[in-house]
């Protein structure tokens, strides 16, 4: 019977499998489709258990030390570390700030599949890559990969670089010290993109070495991106580089790399509840910093999540500390018709509509060398097109650094 069983299912694969080739008829037996599916081998581990959200996605319970990152050959014989051996601590503790002297409050913010179940104990949680994500990629080895260079380079802004690859932000920056890593939140929104080739996205940028070389670069923050995630949800991401995004890294856990520690919050899944307009606003908090003894880059999301750290053979320039971290939104601008895109950055609107309204980023501090999260000294603003995307500074008691940034893109001032 079982045997009969499993032959009657063997008839029924072979009959899929017939189908999908007719239905390819005409099309040369491609490489391409032998490429995917070693691609969807490589990033989907065996899961313990899955969880189905409500956005489509299916988040793999994957056994900690079975995680991406483990098929890298310098980490064969790793041992995890399963927590950060020193934890820089903040002027802003947030238990310190009491949100009633706060006129301006904003909620706790979780993961949407979080509604559909929990990954169990030494497993951590990852979104499944599906076959449509990977053809949505210029190529299979470029899924996960960022096209361009997009690091907005404000101190040797010159003409001819306005507007680079069509990627425009709104920023703040240091520049000049030596950093150990850095904490920022800001709300999160979720923009408009008018075409799917572009995207929208606020994060955190810890950088060293040469724009265009050797630059490594790494990123946290939310991003809309209908290329990587196949629909217009606002999702929580890293990305890492360690020479200008040529050869090495990836966005979330989609290469070898960043080691997750954590089993709540899964990279590249959706953030809900996100701000509305004038209504309740939502933020995230990001820290990304340094273990001085082990040399390890770490992140945490929110107080509470240490999702895990990126080890420190990955980079060169970031060995020692990082020379320059920049804060803000980044969008895609293809001019579509030769007009300004009307893709959103942020919530859409102008810094000067304020809170409640606009983005922000509040309480900006860098690490020092003591591990101690400091005020960022000498902060600057960038942005393109100024009349499409703005940012203003300011500093506050309850905010510290802060800063609003974004806009609509194309209106009468931006054509
Ligand atoms: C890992 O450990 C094995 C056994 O001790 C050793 O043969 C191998 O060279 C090690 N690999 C790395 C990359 O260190
Ligand atoms: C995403 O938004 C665009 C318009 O901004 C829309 O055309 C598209 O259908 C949306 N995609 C999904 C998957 O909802």
Redesign the pocket.
Known sequence: MEAQGSMGRGVVMLLVVLMALSCAVGMPVSRQRVEVRKQLKRLNKPAVKSIKSADGDIIDCVHISHQPAFDH??L??HTIQLRPNFHPEGLFGENKVPSSSTKEKSKPISQLWHLNGRCPGNTIPIRRTKRDDILRASSVKRYGRKKHQTVPRPSSVEPELINQNGHQHAITYVEGGKYYGTKATMNVWQPKIQRLNEFSLSQLWVLGGTFGEDLNSIEAGWQVSPDLYGDNNTRLFTYWTSDAYQATGCYNLLCSGFIQINTEIAMGASIFPVSSYGDSQYDISILVWKDPTAGNWWMQFGNDYVLGYWPSFLFTNLADSASMIEWGGEVVNSEPNGEHTTTEMGSGHFPEEGFGMASYFRNIQVVDESNNLRVPKGIGTFTEQSHCYNVQHGKSDDWGNFFYYGGPGRNPKCP
């Open positions: 050959p310098f064969k014989n």
